[in-house]
């Protein structure tokens, strides 16, 4: 077991020859079996419902059957495509959906951590700081379902709070469950609510880093604090602030699933806005079976979301060659 | 001049963190109102911060006639977080310990494995047709938890923890002649403390919030998880309105539709609430440890 450590045991074979990597897996299989045996359930996992699912992307081409399954189903050919195109406004809605509301979530999250971060770091009072971090992270432990049913009492049309202030104001109550476009900026208020606190503890945790030698030689050549946030502080961030973004732009495609669902309950008023593609799967193909089309539209998703990564990744080692993913 | 200008600049500051601070308190204040007033005054004039008609009838109501369903759902949560968590946390540090073994060739090749599945998936449709139709995870506890056990944000997060241990230990437990599975469980793991506490909180938190499982994959009531229970009661009123119509000297009393609601998501995030001052700083910390390199 021991010897392993000694660097010449670790050099390559000459490779390409079958017989000789064959040996070689053998015995690695023998040395480092219990490498292999600690690996295992993770493998496992990542088969099932991971590597699995994407060879379930021949869906796309099958006739989809529960008796058959997935691999004893008919092929279909490319009859699932004509069918999506067909429904492509559908399709079309739930991808603008999708795309919009995650870079609005992106935009308007990003904006306010990076703002709580900055003002945060300007504060001196320690008490103050820990307690506010301490609440504003809180929402980020509470489920959608939990939130949406607060958002209820906030926005139901006879009882939420929201009507009886603009009743009081002399103002006519809103129906916020029937108003697909402000329901927009009702989802990216609550996920700033959510997650602003949480992001926010990523950037003051990098601001936090920061040479303090910086700070004091600005003060010394008499930098306004507001010199000092603009000059130093912002500029310290957008790296960060990228790599978020960059991580953020390969999910564009994916949908949160548990917010639409926790906080609409799949209200139809509002799917004009709220039916992201992930939402869409689930109406057409879990609730009501029509399997061909799903898969159709998850392959699209699969392929465009990897696509995005694949660009992302490739800005990310422009911008800087450490940021790159991989 | 300057001075002044700063010390506005520094009051706007404080008054901007402590209005999003009320802000991010304010809903459950909402919520707890909402649960201690009664349900006529609530019908009649809405929910308000303050419980109109301050009563406790509305927990009443639950742990009288639906406190089988409701303890049902709440232990149901806590038996999938807890096995959740547990399997995990294992599966997890396990596949983490094996891509930080510094001279183990195929090193790599697992990381990628792994990291692959965050760049492509197949989707959420041929995900639930093998889950349902070949591994026969639906209505069962297994499909409950099994599917999240292993995060492959959170095992890289573990890998760098084993990473950051000083060789020099694990050089000399192999020359003292202790194998892999032996390195791991007596040295990683009790080493590793700190990450493990927050991979496990990050699991816990997870699973107890969890409802896109039961969502996909639980049609029976009795594996409702507290989350899904909360949803169907949002989704449709009937599951308090159903059969719960007590008669009481000829009158019926009509179940508390509004205040149970708000009730239930008390109770809900309850147990966050409870714990949430002793384990805040660990996921701080977690994040702070996840975002310098991760």
Not at chain 1, 67 to 81: L, R, T
Not at chain 1, 88 to 97: F, I
Not at chain 2, 216 to 240: E, G
Request: with cysteine; proline share 4%.
């Amino acid at each position: 077991m021991t010897q392993e450590a000694t660097p010449g045991t670790m050099e390559p074979l000459i490779p390409g020859t079958r017989t000789v990597s064959a040996r070689r897996f053998r015995k690695s299989l023998r040395k480092d079996s219990s490498l292999y045996l600690l690996a295992l359930p993770g493998i496992i996992i990542l088969i099932l419902f991971a590597y699995l699912p994407m060879s379930g992307l021949i869906l796309v081409f099958k006739n989809y059957n529960f008796n058959d399954g997935i691999f004893g189903s008919p092929w279909a050919g490319f009859a699932n495509f004509e069918f999506f195109f067909s429904s492509m406004e559908d399709a079309l809605r739930a991808t603008r959906n999708t795309v919009m509301l995650n870079a609005l979530y992106m935009l308007t999250g990003t904006f306010f951590s990076v703002a709580i971060a900055i003002i945060l770091n300007e504060l001196r009072s320690r008490w103050f700081i820990k307690v506010t971090q301490s609440v504003m992270f809180f929402p980020y432990f509470i489920s959608w379902i939990i939130i949406g049913a607060i958002l209820f009492s906030l926005l139901d049309y006879d009882k939420g709070i929201l009507n009886q202030l603009l009743q009081s104001l002399g103002l006519s109550q809103m129906d916020w469950y029937s108003s697909p476009w402000l329901f927009v900026v009702i989802l990216v208020l609550a996920n700033i609510w959510k997650s602003a606190g949480y992001g926010a503890i990523i950037y003051y945790a990098v601001l936090q880093g920061v040479d303090t030698s910086y700070y004091e030689a600005a003060r010394i050549d008499g930098a306004s604090r507001w010199q000092i946030i603009t000059k130093i502080t912002v500029p310290m961030l957008i790296p960060s602030i990228i790599l978020m973004t960059l991580l953020g732009i390969g999910g564009m495609l994916k949908g949160d699933l548990s917010m639409i669902m926790g906080v609409t309950f799949l209200n139809p008023l509002l799917l004009p806005t709220t039916d992201i593609i992930d939402v869409y799967v689930y109406r057409t193909a879990i609730r009501s079976g029509e399997f061909g089309f799903a898969s159709a539209i998850t392959l699209y998703q699969s392929v465009f979301g990897f696509i995005l990564v694949l660009v992302a990744n490739k800005l990310a080692g422009w911008y800087d060659k450490d940021s790159k993913l991989f | 001049m300057q001075t002044t200008e700063n010390k506005g600049l520094v009051i706007f500051f404080y008054v901007c963190i402590a209005v999003f601070s009320v802000i991010c308190l304010v809903p459950f204040v909402l919520a707890v109102s909402g649960s201690l007033s009664t349900e006529s005054r609530i019908a009649a004039e809405g929910y308000s911060f303050w419980p109109r008609g301050f009563t406790f009838e509305t927990y009443q109501f639950l742990f009288g006639s639906k406190a089988e369903q409701i303890l049902r759902a709440y232990s149901m949560s806590l038996v999938v977080t807890v096995l959740g968590t547990l399997t995990a946390v294992l599966v997890t540090t396990a596949y983490a310990y094996v891509i930080s073994v510094r001279n183990f060739r195929l090193k790599n090749f697992f990381a990628f494995f792994a990291y692959f599945t965050m760049l492509f998936s197949g989707g959420t449709l041929p995900w639930y047709l093998l889950s349902t139709k070949y591994y026969h995870l639906g209505d069962t506890l297994l499909g409950l938890f099994i599917p999240y056990v292993l995060s492959v944000f959170l095992m890289f997060l573990m890998a760098n923890y084993f990473r950051s241990i000083p060789h020099e230990i694990v050089e000399s437990a192999q020359i003292d002649g202790a194998g892999h599975l032996r390195i791991f469980f007596s040295i990683m793991i009790p080493l590793g403390r700190v990450g493990l506490v927050t991979i496990s909180l990050f699991y816990a938190l997870q699973f107890w919030n969890d409802f896109y499982l039961p969502l996909m994959l639980v049609n029976n009531q009795d594996l409702y998880t507290i989350q899904y229970l909360m949803y169907n009661m949002m989704a449709n009123i009937q599951f308090l309105a159903s059969g719960n119509a007590a008669q009481v000297g000829g009158a019926i009393i009509a179940p508390p539709l509004e205040t149970a609601k708000m009730a239930m998501t008390c109770l809900t995030v309850l147990p966050i609430a409870i714990l949430y001052p002793f384990l805040q700083g660990f996921f701080v910390k977690g994040i702070i440890v996840g975002s310098v390199k991760g």
